[in-house]
């Protein structure tokens, strides 16, 4: 059974930074993509980074320089840190990664908060 736990959020001041970790279990990290959404009240759930399945990298424009996600296979876990936080990044965090065969299986996390106080 495949487990995705989040953990790191809280609550920090503006300009502030945060490394979000989420930890896999059941699941063997080669290929796989992963990547970080985000969902603040009211709104859609949004990407914010990404692994490919290739390697690249990509990050939604409000993000860019700010957030770096990077993955340690060694230890199944994929982290985010975020520098320079400001208010409108405030949302619940989720990690997504999915098997490494394009057919397989996409993991969701249980998510976790991040507020950011201006």
């Known amino acids: 059974q495949v487990r995705l736990v989040e953990s790191g959020g809280g609550l920090v001041q503006a300009g502030g930074s945060l490394r979000l970790s989420c930890a896999a279990s059941g699941i063997t990290f080669t290929f796989n993509p992963m990547a970080w959404y985000r969902q603040a009240p009211g709104g859609q759930r949004e990407l914010v980074a990404e692994?490919?399945?290739?390697?690249?990298?990509r990050y939604v424009d409000s993000v860019k320089g700010r957030f770096t996600i990077s993955r340690d296979n060694a230890k199944n876990a994929v982290h985010l840190q975020m520098n320079s936080l400001r208010s409108e990044d405030t949302a619940a965090y989720f990690c997504?990664?999915?098997?490494?065969?394009?057919?397989?299986?996409?993991?969701w996390g249980q998510g976790t908060q991040v507020t950011v106080s201006s």
């Open positions: 692994i490919t399945r290739r390697g690249s990298i």
């Open positions: 997504k990664i999915s098997e490494a065969d394009p057919f397989g299986a996409t993991y």
